[in-house]
């Protein structure tokens, strides 16, 4: 036998051998994307189950003929959340070559043929320093430590770099915490978040000019007073 003829027939043997699994893992992989984006929330990613019945290695479904899962698929099952995907009342109606396709995956994760998505377990929240809270804290107790240091002082007529820096400093504490840290907060803070609009406008902003102008008297006082 010639080599042409050999070469020839090995092809066929290849097309033969090799053809139909290319469709099937077409068809496989299509059928895990519907099913990903249809099927999960009741059924888990990994077919474990949930809400829905299991479809897993092992459940009552891999025990059913294809014909009995692909009419429960098509037509739903009555007085559970199983809706009727070939319907158009369904979430997303699927074809018939859809439904064909999430049953090869189905059968795929059954047979073990392929993997099903390990599930992700919720990961907790990161866990920060709270270097935000500490400022703030550590500015709220310098601004009444300079508060108390101002008022209790009498009045003089001059000042020290030294007086004159901690006495800047409070003001500047002031202004910051109670103008414009407290105001951005409360857009933040229930329940102002979940207060109209105009409501968190009005109520903001008489907050910012209560405190600025609490803020501004009391400089004046201050001042008067000879304290700063």
Same mark, same amino acid.
């Given at each position: 036998?010639?080599?042409?003829?050999?070469?020839?027939?090995?092809?066929?043997?290849?097309?033969?051998?090799?053809?139909?699994?290319?469709?099937?893992?077409?068809?496989?992989?299509?059928?895990?994307?519907?099913?990903?984006? =249809?099927?999960?929330?009741?059924?888990?990613?990994?077919?474990?189950?949930? @809400?829905?019945?299991?479809? =897993?290695?092992?459940?009552?479904?891999? #025990?059913? %003929?294809?014909?009995?899962?692909?009419?429960?698929?098509?037509?739903?099952? /009555?007085?559970?959340?199983?809706?009727? &995907?070939? /319907?158009?009342?369904?979430?997303?109606?699927?074809?018939?070559?859809?439904?064909?396709?999430?049953?090869?995956?189905?059968?795929?994760?059954? #047979?073990?043929?392929?993997?099903?998505?390990?599930?992700?377990?919720?990961?907790?929240? %990161?866990?920060?320093?709270? &270097?935000?809270?500490?400022?703030? @804290?550590?500015?709220?107790?310098?601004?009444?430590?300079?508060?108390?240091? *101002?008022?209790? #002082?009498?009045?003089?007529?001059?000042?020290? &770099?030294?007086?004159?820096? @901690?006495?800047?400093?409070?003001?500047?504490?002031?202004?910051?915490?109670?103008?414009? &840290?407290?105001?951005? *907060?409360?857009?933040?803070?229930?329940?102002?978040?979940?207060?109209?609009?105009?409501?968190?406008?009005? @109520?903001?902003?008489?907050?910012?000019?209560?405190?600025?102008?609490?803020?501004?008297?009391?400089?004046?006082?201050?001042?008067?007073?000879?304290?700063?």
């Amino acid at each position: 036998m010639s080599r042409r003829i050999l070469a020839s027939l090995a092809l066929i043997a290849l097309t033969v051998l090799f053809a139909p699994a290319v469709p099937a893992a077409a068809q496989v992989d299509e059928g895990k994307a519907i099913f990903e984006d =249809n099927c999960v929330p009741c059924h888990g990613e990994d077919l474990s189950g949930g @809400v829905g019945l299991p479809l =897993n290695a092992g459940s009552d479904a891999a #025990n059913k %003929t294809d014909e009995e899962l692909t009419s429960i698929i098509t037509n739903g099952v /009555s007085g559970t959340a199983m809706p009727a &995907w070939g /319907s158009s009342s369904a979430p997303t109606q699927l074809s018939q070559d859809e439904i064909a396709q999430v049953l090869s995956y189905i059968r795929a994760v059954q #047979n073990g043929t392929i993997a099903p998505p390990t599930p992700v377990e919720p990961q907790g929240p %990161t866990t920060h320093f709270p &270097w935000g809270l500490v400022f703030i @804290v550590s500015a709220a107790v310098a601004l009444s430590a300079g508060l108390i240091v *101002m008022v209790v #002082n009498p009045g003089q007529s001059t000042f020290t &770099w030294r007086q004159a820096f @901690v006495r800047g400093f409070v003001i500047f504490f002031y202004f910051f915490l109670l103008t414009v &840290w407290m105001p951005s *907060m409360m857009f933040t803070e229930p329940p102002m978040t979940s207060a109209p609009s105009l409501v968190q406008d009005i @109520v903001i902003s008489g907050a910012w000019i209560t405190m600025l102008a609490i803020g501004i008297g009391s400089l004046r006082y201050l001042q008067k007073a000879r304290r700063i």
